[in-house]
Protein backbone atom coordinates (compact mmCIF):
# COMPACT_ATOMS: atom_id res chain seq x y z
CA UNK A 1 0.00 0.00 0.00
CA UNK A 2 2.65 2.13 0.50
CA UNK A 3 3.84 1.46 -2.60
CA UNK A 4 0.96 2.86 -3.87
CA UNK A 5 0.53 5.91 -2.15
CA UNK A 6 3.92 7.25 -3.21
CA UNK A 7 3.76 6.34 -6.86
CA UNK A 8 0.13 8.29 -6.69
CA UNK A 9 1.80 11.15 -4.95
CA UNK A 10 4.00 11.58 -7.72
CA UNK A 11 1.78 11.04 -10.33
CA UNK A 12 -1.06 13.20 -8.95
CA UNK A 13 0.76 16.66 -9.90
CA UNK A 14 2.08 15.24 -13.63
CA UNK A 15 -1.81 13.97 -13.73
CA UNK A 16 -3.40 16.94 -13.16
CA UNK A 17 -0.81 19.02 -15.14
CA UNK A 18 -1.63 16.69 -18.29
CA UNK A 19 -5.59 17.26 -17.36
CA UNK A 20 -5.36 20.45 -17.13
CA UNK A 21 -3.81 20.73 -20.33
CA UNK A 22 -5.85 18.24 -22.26
CA UNK A 23 -9.39 19.93 -20.72
CA UNK A 24 -8.27 23.57 -21.41
CA UNK A 25 -7.71 22.45 -25.07
CA UNK A 26 -11.16 21.20 -25.13
CA UNK A 27 -12.56 23.76 -23.66
CA UNK A 28 -11.45 26.72 -24.85
CA UNK A 29 -12.77 25.59 -28.40
CA UNK A 30 -16.20 25.62 -27.20
CA UNK A 31 -15.82 28.56 -24.76
CA UNK A 32 -14.48 30.80 -27.67
CA UNK A 33 -17.56 29.85 -29.73
CA UNK A 34 -19.45 32.02 -27.75
CA UNK A 35 -19.54 35.53 -29.30
CA UNK A 36 -21.97 37.38 -26.73
CA UNK A 37 -19.12 38.83 -23.88
CA UNK A 38 -22.43 39.25 -21.72
CA UNK A 39 -22.92 35.23 -22.14
CA UNK A 40 -19.20 34.64 -21.93
CA UNK A 41 -19.36 36.21 -18.16
CA UNK A 42 -22.62 34.35 -17.38
CA UNK A 43 -21.31 30.96 -18.45
CA UNK A 44 -17.90 31.15 -16.90
CA UNK A 45 -19.99 32.52 -13.31
CA UNK A 46 -22.06 29.27 -13.65
CA UNK A 47 -19.41 27.31 -14.63
CA UNK A 48 -17.43 28.74 -11.32
CA UNK A 49 -20.21 27.97 -9.26
CA UNK A 50 -20.82 24.55 -10.54
CA UNK A 51 -16.65 23.46 -10.54
CA UNK A 52 -16.13 25.50 -7.28
CA UNK A 53 -19.01 22.82 -5.59
CA UNK A 54 -17.00 19.60 -7.74
CA UNK A 55 -13.79 21.10 -5.99
CA UNK A 56 -14.74 21.41 -2.46
CA UNK A 57 -16.74 18.38 -2.93
CA UNK A 58 -13.61 16.15 -4.10
CA UNK A 59 -11.60 18.33 -1.16
CA UNK A 60 -14.00 16.38 1.08
CA UNK A 61 -13.57 12.76 -0.43
CA UNK A 62 -10.32 12.97 0.00
CA UNK A 63 -8.36 15.49 2.47
CA UNK A 64 -11.14 14.64 5.60
CA UNK A 65 -10.43 11.09 5.33
CA UNK A 66 -6.57 12.07 4.80
CA UNK A 67 -7.13 13.61 8.32
CA UNK A 68 -9.49 12.14 10.30
CA UNK A 69 -8.88 8.67 8.98
CA UNK A 70 -6.29 8.01 12.01
CA UNK A 71 -9.52 8.28 14.00
CA UNK A 72 -11.88 5.73 12.69
CA UNK A 73 -12.34 3.05 15.23
CA UNK A 74 -11.95 5.85 18.11
CA UNK A 75 -14.99 8.22 16.80
CA UNK A 76 -17.59 6.99 13.92
CA UNK A 77 -17.03 7.53 10.60
CA UNK A 78 -19.92 10.10 10.53
CA UNK A 79 -17.91 11.73 13.47
CA UNK A 80 -14.56 12.15 11.92
CA UNK A 81 -16.26 13.47 8.92
CA UNK A 82 -17.89 16.43 10.52
CA UNK A 83 -15.34 17.16 13.04
CA UNK A 84 -13.29 17.35 9.38
CA UNK A 85 -15.28 19.18 7.20
CA UNK A 86 -15.76 22.03 10.09
CA UNK A 87 -12.32 21.96 10.84
CA UNK A 88 -11.37 22.69 6.94
CA UNK A 89 -13.72 24.87 6.58
CA UNK A 90 -12.28 27.30 9.80
CA UNK A 91 -8.42 26.33 8.49
CA UNK A 92 -10.21 27.99 4.81
CA UNK A 93 -10.90 30.74 6.62
CA UNK A 94 -8.50 32.23 9.07
CA UNK A 95 -5.15 30.36 6.84
CA UNK A 96 -5.71 30.38 3.46
CA UNK A 97 -5.15 33.45 2.10
CA UNK A 98 -1.49 33.40 1.85
CA UNK A 99 -1.63 29.78 -0.47
CA UNK A 100 -4.30 31.35 -2.04
CA UNK A 101 -2.62 34.12 -3.49
CA UNK A 102 0.55 31.56 -4.19
CA UNK A 103 -1.86 29.08 -6.47
CA UNK A 104 -4.03 32.33 -7.88
CA UNK A 105 -1.04 34.28 -9.28
CA UNK A 106 2.19 33.53 -8.42
CA UNK A 107 2.76 30.32 -9.86
CA UNK A 108 1.21 31.92 -13.64
CA UNK A 109 -0.99 34.21 -13.67
CA UNK A 110 -4.22 32.85 -14.93
CA UNK A 111 -7.37 34.62 -16.15
CA UNK A 112 -10.62 33.38 -14.48
CA UNK A 113 -11.45 30.84 -17.47
CA UNK A 114 -8.01 29.26 -16.84
CA UNK A 115 -8.49 28.87 -13.57
CA UNK A 116 -12.15 27.38 -13.78
CA UNK A 117 -10.25 24.82 -16.23
CA UNK A 118 -7.15 24.57 -13.31
CA UNK A 119 -9.99 23.72 -10.69
CA UNK A 120 -12.00 21.08 -12.91
CA UNK A 121 -8.74 19.38 -13.69
CA UNK A 122 -7.36 19.31 -10.02
CA UNK A 123 -10.95 18.10 -8.69
CA UNK A 124 -11.51 15.15 -11.31
CA UNK A 125 -8.02 14.11 -10.55
CA UNK A 126 -8.55 13.60 -6.49
CA UNK A 127 -12.04 12.52 -7.68
CA UNK A 128 -10.21 9.73 -9.43
CA UNK A 129 -7.79 8.95 -6.87
CA UNK A 130 -10.48 9.17 -4.18
CA UNK A 131 -12.35 6.56 -6.22
CA UNK A 132 -9.85 3.99 -6.08
CA UNK A 133 -8.97 4.56 -2.52
CA UNK A 134 -5.82 6.61 -2.49
CA UNK A 135 -5.04 10.05 -0.55
CA UNK A 136 -3.54 12.24 -2.38
CA UNK A 137 -2.65 15.93 -2.00
CA UNK A 138 -5.30 18.15 -3.09
CA UNK A 139 -2.22 21.26 -3.08
CA UNK A 140 -0.06 19.17 -5.39
CA UNK A 141 -3.00 18.47 -8.11
CA UNK A 142 -4.05 22.18 -8.13
CA UNK A 143 -0.43 23.12 -8.29
CA UNK A 144 -0.09 20.63 -11.01
CA UNK A 145 -3.16 21.77 -12.89
CA UNK A 146 -2.53 25.06 -12.65
CA UNK A 147 0.91 24.27 -14.87
CA UNK A 148 -0.92 22.22 -16.79
CA UNK A 149 -3.88 25.17 -17.85
CA UNK A 150 -0.84 27.88 -17.69
CA UNK A 151 1.39 25.28 -20.76
CA UNK A 152 -1.83 24.90 -22.69
CA UNK A 153 -2.38 29.00 -22.62
CA UNK A 154 0.90 29.36 -24.01
CA UNK A 155 1.83 30.89 -20.58
CA UNK A 156 6.06 31.76 -20.20
CA UNK A 157 5.99 33.76 -17.52
CA UNK A 158 6.18 30.83 -14.40
CA UNK A 159 7.84 31.62 -11.77
CA UNK A 160 10.34 28.93 -11.71
CA UNK A 161 11.88 29.57 -8.17
CA UNK A 162 8.70 29.51 -6.32
CA UNK A 163 7.81 26.07 -8.36
CA UNK A 164 11.51 24.96 -7.23
CA UNK A 165 10.35 25.77 -3.65
CA UNK A 166 7.29 24.12 -3.82
CA UNK A 167 9.00 20.72 -5.01
CA UNK A 168 11.27 21.02 -2.10
CA UNK A 169 8.16 21.50 0.20
CA UNK A 170 6.67 18.71 -1.03
CA UNK A 171 9.66 16.24 -0.50
CA UNK A 172 10.32 17.85 2.73
CA UNK A 173 6.84 17.67 3.82
CA UNK A 174 6.57 13.57 4.59
CA UNK A 175 10.26 13.37 5.74
CA UNK A 176 9.35 16.09 8.79
CA UNK A 177 6.27 14.73 9.76
CA UNK A 178 7.78 11.29 10.08
CA UNK A 179 10.18 12.94 12.55
CA UNK A 180 7.74 15.20 14.46
CA UNK A 181 5.59 11.83 14.69
CA UNK A 182 8.62 10.13 16.01
CA UNK A 183 9.70 12.57 18.39
CA UNK A 184 6.48 12.72 19.78
CA UNK A 185 5.70 8.98 20.29
CA UNK A 186 9.24 8.88 21.72
CA UNK A 187 8.46 11.76 23.91
CA UNK A 188 4.45 9.92 25.11
CA UNK A 189 6.23 6.59 25.23
CA UNK A 190 8.83 8.28 27.81
CA UNK A 191 5.87 9.32 30.00
CA UNK A 192 4.43 6.21 29.75
CA UNK A 193 1.39 8.22 27.18
CA UNK A 194 1.25 5.77 24.88
Known amino acids: M ?24 IIARFFRRIKSIVVQDITLKALAIVIGILGSFALGANNVANITGTFV ?8 ALIGGLSIAA ?15 RIVSLEAFSAVVAVLAQSLTVLIYA ?34 RILLGWLQTPIIAGCV ?12 LS
Open 91 to 105: GAIIFSKKVMYTVGK
Open 181 to 192: SASLFAIFSFFG
Open 73 to 80: GSISIDEA
Open 131 to 164: YIGVPVSVSQAIVGAVIGVGLARGSRNFDGRLIR
Open 2 to 25: VAKIVICWITTPLGAALLGYVLYR
